[in-house]
């Protein structure tokens, strides 16, 4: 009898046990990694959430040098309306993580220009009153201000000055990001 090598059975593959322990494996290194993950994204969407928020006030001011008029940034609630100085937003927040819209006055009419939506897991803390960017130079009218942006809920992954940014607004109008807390020195 003469045998060839497609007769022969094949040997290959992996046994169950063999599969079970990768199985395991890989679900271990999923656990130990999940928190760098988690982490990774909410640092994301606070940088990501001062990025949109310094790209709208710069925005308003040069709006207000185009327009040559007043243009508002305030909180808004769900209908896009501007909510007033401390007045909560729907959820209770009384921050401006529910929301911004950027306003422009067209003979005492407010227009609106650009709205930026909800993000309920970060904080951004700072000024309650509206900002208004004025002509010719796009001045922010009253002093220096400025926004802390942070995790709503920290975690212990997440606590610390490197998981917040500032954002200061000078009096000529100017927003500048800063990592860490407005506190801190920088």
């Known amino acids: 009898m003469k045998y060839d090598a497609f007769c022969r059975p094949s040997r290959g593959g992996f046994t169950l046990v063999e599969t079970l322990a990768v199985i395991a494996l890989l679900a271990v290194v999923a656990v130990m990694a999940t928190p760098s993950f988690v982490a990774w994204h909410v640092r994301d969407q606070v940088d990501a959430r001062a990025k949109a928020l310094a790209?709208?006030?710069?925005?308003?001011?040069?709006e207000a040098l185009r327009r040559g008029a007043r243009v508002t940034v305030c909180r808004i609630?769900?209908?896009?309306?501007?909510?007033?100085?401390?007045?909560?937003?729907?959820?209770?927040?009384?921050?401006?993580?529910?929301?911004?819209?950027?306003?422009?006055?067209?003979?005492g009419t407010l227009s609106l220009l650009r709205a930026q939506p909800l993000l309920a897991a970060v904080s951004i803390t700072g000024v309650q009153t509206n900002l208004t960017f004025t002509p010719p130079a796009g001045q922010l009218i009253g002093t220096f201000r400025s926004f802390e942006i942070a995790p709503r809920a920290p975690t212990k992954a997440t606590?610390?000055?490197?998981?917040?940014?500032?954002?200061?607004?000078?009096?000529?109008g100017r927003a500048r990001i800063a990592e860490g807390a407005c506190g801190a020195a920088s």
């Open 77 to 107: 609630d769900a209908a896009r309306a501007c909510l007033a100085a401390g007045q909560p937003c729907g959820d209770g927040i009384t921050d401006w993580s529910c929301g911004w819209a950027v306003l422009a006055d067209r003979g």
């Open 159 to 172: 606590q610390g000055d490197k998981w917040r940014r500032c954002i200061r607004i000078a009096a000529g």
């Open 55 to 62: 790209s709208t006030l710069a925005y308003a001011r040069s």
